[in-house]
């Protein structure tokens, strides 16, 4: 089985500064990781995913993450936060072969203020 | 539109009134699952399908029916609601190959139970 921990509830930052969200997972096989964000009142929309290949995955409004296989992370990062990047973000992951469920962690709420 | 579409988005019911939430995905997924949401917990899932007929048990079961006659519906049923119900529900499909890969969200239920 898999674990996902997401070592920040709430990351506070201002504007335009730079931003880390924080997440481990736990596997004993190979994985496939991904980052969904969630604004208020809607539903998940993916940012990105790592399944395999260059460490480095680049996804939707300028975020990216990277894949790091020794310290079994996967950090989220944007060099420049808007107010409107205010929201709820999750890291996920499933085994990367035949049928897995898809683990979640318990999020990282964003709060841009200007 | 590639979409997953659940209804009602907002539900108020009193205890023991048997509800169903549905779901339906027009992208000819094979699997389907439902999640729960509550505060500080992330995203846990209830049940899971990997194609008609084939259902399986989540995180969190109990309490909980689900079916899958057709391959684009997967409704949620509470046979008998109770306070700790009180929840926001996703649900969300996904290609069935090479494990899983993205998967997509509804727009959530969110059901209160008095």
């Known amino acids: 089985a898999q674990s996902v921990t997401q070592l920040d509830s709430q990351v506070p930052v201002f504007e335009e500064a730079p931003v880390e969200l924080r997440c481990n997972y736990s596997s004993s096989v190979s994985v496939y990781l991904f980052w969904y964000v969630q604004y208020p009142n809607q539903g998940l929309q993916l940012l990105l995913k790592y399944l395999s290949g260059s460490t480095l995955v680049k996804g939707i409004n300028g975020f990216e993450a990277e894949f790091n296989k020794s310290q079994t992370s996967f950090h989220l990062r944007k060099p420049s936060v808007h107010i409107s990047d205010t929201a709820e973000y999750f890291c996920?992951?499933?085994?990367?072969?035949?049928?897995?469920?898809?683990?979640f962690g318990k999020g990282t709420m964003l709060l841009v203020s200007p | 539109e590639a979409q997953v579409t659940q209804n009602p988005r907002y539900l108020i019911t009193v205890t023991g009134k048997k509800l169903t939430v549905t779901c339906s995905q027009n992208?000819?997924?094979?699997?389907m699952s439902w999640y729960r949401q509550d505060p500080g917990l992330g995203l846990r899932q209830i049940y899971y399908?990997?194609?008609?007929?084939?259902?399986d048990k989540g995180d969190v079961p109990e309490g909980y029916k689900v079916s899958r006659k057709e391959k684009r519906n997967f409704p949620l049923i509470l046979e008998s609601p109770s306070p700790n119900q009180t929840s926001l529900y996703f649900c969300?499909?996904?290609?069935?190959?090479?494990?899983?890969?993205?998967?997509?969200f509804g727009q959530g239920t969110r059901l209160t139970v008095v």
């Open positions: 399908s990997m194609n008609v007929e084939v259902t």
């Open positions: 996920a992951v499933t085994r990367g072969s035949g049928y897995s469920t898809l683990t």
């Open positions: 969300a499909s996904s290609r069935g190959d090479r494990g899983h890969t993205e998967a997509f």
């Open positions: 992208m000819n997924h094979e699997y």
